[in-house]
């Protein structure tokens, strides 16, 4: 699927349900790492023309469109149904809103999959080899079919179960990677997930995206280089200058505007540049001292003042 292909995506994010297990808990709404769920999916999908969340309305960090299934509580088809109706893509990624650990590079994965075959809908497969339809890309036009017909069969869809929809189309499937497809039911799984982001390999990135968001900032941060700055300004400069530095640099960025990411790694580049000068400076500053308290006898003379007063021979023994 090509990158103009992938922009006319939509995306569906079912936000209702009860959460019985979470005792009525608006699930969505549970922070993870600081983000509301529902956030934290909508990241995830950030690619999309259009974001419609079915489901109450609550804050979030990016602007979307909000629908309700009919009647509210109506389930996974109702709510499917809903969201379709303001949805004029081709194509549909279909998300719950409690996949803490979704993100781009998975949904990216089910668009190009669903565009290099003739399938009807890519599905995420969970590590157990469950297919999550609710991690899944599909033709719109398909599901719009098929549910015209279970609801003509039926007499609605309130209240029936997505398999009815999933066994009538033709489908294909991807491995998810590691936590992709998980999903938090239970306050359990809520306090799991907590814990994960805060490991020592997930917490920087973990925190960098949330501050994103907050910020409304979508940019692609090389944080390895933002680090290195930090600790370069630290070293050659003094350790104040490390969020200093890299605060003016972001300031230097978005002045530039153009390719966000390209400002950010110029002004890094010509910061790094400038505090290895000053560093440079500081060694050669450093080095004339040490010469200076060496004096002109060089280490003769430092020897000697650690071992005392030289003796003379005019003062022999008398």
Known sequence: MTADAEAEYDVIVLAGGGARRLGGADKPGVTVGGRTLLDRVLTASRGARRQIVVGGRRPTARPVIWTLEIPPGGGPLAALHAGLRHSRASTVVVLSADLPF???????????ALGSGGREGVLLVDADGRDQPLVAAYRAEPIRRELAL???????????????LT???????VAAEPLAAYDCDTWEDIVTARARIREHGNVLDEWITSVKDELGIDLEVDTGLLLDLARDAAHGVARPAAPLTTFLVGYAAARAGGDGAQAVAEAARRAAALAERWAAEAAEAEAADDEAA???????????????????DEGGSR
């Open 102 to 112: 979704l993100d781009g590079t998975a949904v990216r994965r089910l668009l190009a």
């Open 150 to 164: 279970i609801a003509a069969e039926h007499g609605g869809l309130s209240g029936l179960p997505l398999r009815l």
């Open 167 to 173: 066994g009538q189309l033709d489908l294909d499937r």
């Open 294 to 312: 060496a004096g002109p006898g060089g280490s003769d003379d430092r020897e000697a003042g650690r071992n005392g007063p030289a003796r003379s």
